[in-house]
């Protein structure tokens, strides 16, 4: 118990860990010292744990290569306009292609709707702009702005909004130019790198002077984000009509 953080979820396996095996966490639940909220993940009796404690056990216990992405880690960070409350508060989450969350998480009733996207968008660069966040008494790992603005960007437009991207990336004045080029360097989707420089152009930021595009890989051929949009010419890409200007 004194090695169990306060706020967070306890796993099977790690109480296993601990010698609390399967048949002892039961006796346990039915003492009412510990209660079930899913098969192999517990809290303790009477303790309120939200998204975050759960998050940590993902991370820490499971040992899962998940982390808080996109624009739920640019809210954590201070770059969200607006935080929204209640039940209508989206959790973005990424993790590598192939991970699974268990049933527990998936189940259990978080007050956040809760958005998990597997891709490989940095390759093996996994670890690459990911950062700890401290939350309460413990830390969980999460994107920097500079990896959360492109995670963003990579769920446009079916699964964000770009009014989103667009009010982010206006705040992002002061993103480090040596984890932008990297980060660029490893991506492993064109669109985005594509779209995320537009973007960045258009809000003219000084720090967009200080890249290497030449060492950048852009693709070939045309991308199309946005059905309607105005065509920009320099990136390849379409563009929201209101903003930009049409080209031929």
Not at 7 to 30: H, N
Not at 120 to 138: I, P, Q, Y
Not at 160 to 178: C, I, Y
């Given at each position: 118990?004194?090695?169990?953080?306060?706020?967070?979820?306890?796993?099977?396996?790690?109480?296993?860990?601990?010698?609390?095996?399967?048949?002892?966490?039961?006796?346990?639940?039915?003492?009412?010292?510990?209660?079930?909220?899913?098969?192999?993940?517990?809290?303790?009796?009477?303790?309120?744990?939200?998204?975050?404690?759960?998050?940590?056990?993902?991370?820490?216990q499971l040992h899962l290569p998940v982390h808080v992405a996109a624009k739920t880690a640019l809210e954590l960070k201070g770059y969200a306009h607006y935080v929204p409350l209640g039940p209508d508060r989206m959790l973005s989450l990424f993790g590598a292609s192939g991970t699974r969350l268990p049933a527990w998480f998936l189940n259990y009733p978080w007050p956040v709707d809760v958005q998990y996207t597997t891709t490989h968008l940095f390759g093996n660069e996994?670890?690459?702009?990911?950062?700890?966040?401290?939350?309460?008494?413990?830390?969980?790992?999460?994107?920097?702005?500079?990896?959360?603005?492109?995670?963003?960007?990579?769920?446009?437009?079916?699964?964000?909004?770009?009014?989103?991207?667009?009010?982010?990336?206006?705040?992002?004045?002061?993103?480090?130019?040596?984890?932008?080029?990297?980060?660029?360097?490893?991506?492993?989707?064109?669109?985005?790198?594509?779209?995320?420089?537009?973007?960045?152009?258009?809000?003219?930021?000084?720090?967009?002077?200080?890249?290497?595009?030449?060492?950048?890989?852009?693709?070939?051929?045309?991308?199309?984000?946005?059905?309607?949009?105005?065509?920009?010419?320099?990136?390849?890409?379409?563009?929201?009509?209101?903003?930009?200007?049409?080209?031929?």
């Amino acid at each position: 118990m004194k090695t169990w953080m306060r706020g967070t979820v306890a796993t099977q396996p790690w109480l296993d860990s601990q010698g609390i095996y399967r048949q002892l966490s039961d006796a346990y639940v039915r003492s009412g010292w510990l209660t079930r909220i899913g098969r192999g993940a517990f809290i303790r009796a009477g303790e309120n744990v939200d998204w975050t404690g759960a998050l940590f056990a993902l991370q820490k216990q499971l040992h899962l290569p998940v982390h808080v992405a996109a624009k739920t880690a640019l809210e954590l960070k201070g770059y969200a306009h607006y935080v929204p409350l209640g039940p209508d508060r989206m959790l973005s989450l990424f993790g590598a292609s192939g991970t699974r969350l268990p049933a527990w998480f998936l189940n259990y009733p978080w007050p956040v709707d809760v958005q998990y996207t597997t891709t490989h968008l940095f390759g093996n660069e996994k670890k690459l702009g990911l950062s700890e966040f401290e939350a309460n008494s413990f830390s969980i790992e999460c994107s920097t702005p500079e990896r959360a603005i492109m995670e963003l960007i990579h769920l446009l437009p079916n699964k964000a909004h770009f009014e989103d991207a667009q009010l982010a990336m206006e705040s992002l004045t002061t993103l480090r130019p040596k984890l932008v080029q990297s980060l660029l360097a490893n991506c492993k989707s064109v669109r985005v790198k594509r779209f995320f420089m537009w973007l960045a152009e258009y809000n003219q930021h000084k720090w967009v002077e200080r890249l290497d595009l030449e060492k950048i890989d852009f693709g070939k051929g045309k991308r199309t984000l946005f059905k309607g949009g105005h065509f920009n010419r320099k990136y390849q890409i379409t563009v929201p009509v209101y903003y930009g200007q049409p080209e031929s």
